[in-house]
């Protein structure tokens, strides 16, 4: 698993480091790594370093000392620096001198100019010549968007960016971006990835991210949220040995779907067929749609005849009537793990005695989207995604994944993984009836409930990049809009991938 953690985080770690480490030579070895990856950039983009063109965009704090830095190590290389300071009486001052040093110039962010935005002329031109800009502008302790001349330089980028701790403008904590932002084409990062770097807008606008190591590493308590990567999920994902049969991987049931939504029922259990090997029970109105497209579905018409499961997944199509309150009581008291998805999420905000079905010693996901969620607390999602994951998941002590763009997956004992689709091919009417499938199967066969969710929110998100993208790996390939009958077919393809991934 790759580690998060917070500003605060880093900044405790930072204060141990100093004390055994001076604070420049830290810079300094961050800087360093800011100039090696710049560097890099600029051959991909122009074939060379030496004779090429480096704006640094350097706000006031050592956010822009680092670019400054950066700046003077890149002048050692030929490469023709221009830092514009955004405050130039408070621009990192052993920066701007070692830069100088180095035969770099410095012009202010501000001045005379031919327009009336307020950027001087020489600022303006050195970030239009630039070959590669360096974003130093604000790093962790950004707060709120961007100030206008920043905002205004920003806007005026249209190279490759190579941001330094992060993409100034996104919210460090939250990922969130309210106004102009840098969108980066690399981070480089020091000592443990940023909640910015994985969590929505930031993520996107964080492009590629490099962790560097400037020696925090013994310092960082408990990552504060997690990031799995595809090769542990391949490693892990069950498949069956030479002494598996059907019933020993795990059995699990459906209970989705109604007359008048079969849909959500094929789905539901096709994903359940499709991630794991061991045999699925359907149970619900939609007992023939599902027997006719999926013929190895066990399908009963109630829940109450399904017989043994090793774990449930309720809750799409259900409806919020008294049917569909039954079926939530039955699977929630039947002992065994629960996935509890879409209206069943809804029954248990409307009638919370339906909590009391529940045995609290059996584990619980709930996968709420943003509305949903929002009836099961009472409260609108605010911008912090997490804290409101990790409070609710406290609260009923169950594991709870948050839909959207960036899935949040809380535990109960505060763990928190984060799945950053990087696409949003998923937005599409059925694509949260596969994923309960998925979980569902996966908690069957005895995956520990938060990683069974965040091993299906990964291969969920992976299999509908690979439908939308076809037959082609060309990067370049834009995709194209999928369904959920797509999605659901590309599953096969996302484990293959990710066990591939494993052997590697
Ligand atoms: N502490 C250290 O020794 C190390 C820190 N490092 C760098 O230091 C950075 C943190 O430095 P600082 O704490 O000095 O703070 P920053 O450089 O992140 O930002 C502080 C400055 O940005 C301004 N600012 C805040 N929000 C703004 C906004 N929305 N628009 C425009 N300006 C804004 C503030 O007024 C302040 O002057 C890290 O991100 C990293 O780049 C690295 O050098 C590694 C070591
Ligand atoms: N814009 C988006 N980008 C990435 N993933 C998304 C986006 N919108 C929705 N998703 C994902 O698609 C799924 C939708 O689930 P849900 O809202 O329950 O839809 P449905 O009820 O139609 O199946 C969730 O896994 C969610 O995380
Ligand atoms: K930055």
Not at 15 to 34: I, S, Y
Not at 194 to 222: F, N, R
Not at 277 to 283: E, Q
Not at 379 to 399: C, I, M, N
Request: aromatic fraction near 4%; include cysteine; proline fraction near 7%.
């Amino acid at each position: 698993m790759l580690g998060v953690w917070t500003p605060d985080q880093i900044r405790a770690a930072e204060q141990q480091l100093f004390a055994r480490t001076p604070e420049p030579v830290v810079m300094r070895r961050a800087a360093h790594a800011v100039a090696v990856h710049t560097a890099r950039v600029l051959t991909e983009v122009t074939d060379g370093v030496a004779g090429r063109r480096v704006a640094l965009l350097v706000g006031a704090g050592n956010n822009g000392g680092d670019a400054l830095w950066a700046g003077a190590f890149l002048r050692r290389r030929g490469v023709g620096v221009t830092a514009v300071l955004l405050a130039p009486e408070k621009a990192h001052a052993a920066g701007l001198a070692a830069l100088r040093r180095a035969g770099g110039r410095a012009v202010p962010a501000e001045g005379a100019s031919a327009d009336t935005s307020g950027i001087g002329a020489e600022a303006a031109d050195a970030v239009e010549r630039a070959d590669v800009v360096i974003d130093g502008i604000v790093g962790l302790s950004a707060r709120g968007s961007l100030r206008p001349t920043a905002a205004e330089l920003v806007r005026r980028v249209s190279v490759p960016v190579v941001a330094v701790d992060l993409p100034s403008g996104v919210d460090p904590v939250t990922g969130a971006v309210d106004g102009p932002v840098v969108q980066a084409d690399l981070t480089v990062t020091f000592g443990g990835r940023k909640p910015c770097h994985v969590l929505g807008a930031g993520a996107v606008c964080s492009g590629e991210v490099e962790v560097v190591d400037i020696g925090l590493d013994d310092h960082l308590p408990a990552p504060e949220l997690r990031v799995l990567r595809p090769a542990e999920i391949g490693a892990d994902w069950p498949v069956p040995g030479p002494s598996d049969d059907k019933y020993s991987q795990g059995v699990v049931g459906v209970a989705a779907g109604s007359a008048t939504y079969p849909g959500a029922a094929v789905l539901a259990s096709g994903a359940a067929v499709q991630a794991t090997a061991g045999m699925v029970r359907y149970a619900g109105p939609a007992a023939d749609v599902v027997r006719s497209r999926w013929p190895e579905v066990v399908a009963t018409g109630s829940v109450g005849d399904a017989g043994r499961v090793q774990a449930w997944a309720v809750g799409p199509g259900i409806g919020l009537g008294a049917s569909g309150r039954d079926v939530l009581q039955h699977v929630l008291e039947s002992g065994r793990p629960v996935c509890a998805d879409a209206d069943s999420i809804t029954l248990l905000a409307n009638d919370p005695t339906l909590w009391d079905a529940r045995d609290p010693d059996v584990p619980l996901v709930l996968t709420p989207h943003a509305g949903e969620f929002a009836r099961l607390t009472g409260q609108e999602l605010g911008p912090d995604r997490v804290a409101a994951a990790r409070e609710v998941a406290a609260r009923f002590d169950a594991v709870v994944l948050l839909k959207g763009n960036t899935t949040i997956i809380a535990a109960p004992d505060g763990r928190v993984l984060v799945n950053d689709a990087q696409h949003a091919w998923l937005a599409t009417a059925g694509s949260g009836d596969v994923l309960t499938g998925l979980i569902g199967a996966l908690l069957a066969s005895g995956v520990e409930p938060w990683l069974a969710c965040g091993y299906a929110a990964h291969v969920h998100s992976l299999a509908a990049d690979l439908a939308a993208h076809g037959e082609t790996d060309d990067p370049t390939e834009p995709g194209a809009p999928i369904g959920a009958s797509a999605l659901l077919e590309a599953v096969p393809l996302a484990i293959r991938k990710i066990r591939r991934a494993a052997l590697a």
